[in-house]
């Protein structure tokens, strides 16, 4: 599953390019279905508390760029997959306001 996760994660980055908030708004359902699963691995419900704060209060469009430059500066796999299970939760609550 965690391969699968990560390119479903993968793909949707994709697609959302430069078409912004409404491109996260079509994927809706999707982030949903994987931010399902983050919440359900030992990862997230760890660190579900930490960093929670800085994302509050940002929109979806925010919270997916914060992902991405996690994403990018990960010095390892295990670190880039731990930051989106962390992350994706927060930006589908993001979608849901």
């Given at each position: 599953m965690k391969d699968d996760f990560v390119n479903q994660v993968l793909e949707i980055l994709g697609c959302v390019g430069d078409g912004g908030e409404e491109a996260l708004k079509a994927n809706a359902d999707k982030i949903h279905a994987l931010a399902d699963?983050?919440?359900?691995?030992?990862?997230?419900?760890?660190?579900?508390?930490?960093?929670?704060?800085?994302?509050?209060?940002?929109?979806?469009?925010?919270?997916?760029?914060?992902?991405?430059?996690?994403?990018?500066?990960?010095?390892?796999?295990?670190?880039?997959?731990?930051?989106v299970l962390c992350i994706i939760p927060h930006l589908s609550d993001a979608l849901k306001e």
């Amino acid at each position: 599953m965690k391969d699968d996760f990560v390119n479903q994660v993968l793909e949707i980055l994709g697609c959302v390019g430069d078409g912004g908030e409404e491109a996260l708004k079509a994927n809706a359902d999707k982030i949903h279905a994987l931010a399902d699963y983050s919440r359900k691995t030992a990862i997230f419900i760890q660190s579900k508390d930490l960093g929670t704060e800085a994302l509050k209060d940002l929109s979806p469009i925010e919270i997916y760029t914060h992902m991405i430059i996690k994403i990018i500066e990960s010095p390892t796999s295990i670190h880039r997959d731990a930051s989106v299970l962390c992350i994706i939760p927060h930006l589908s609550d993001a979608l849901k306001e």
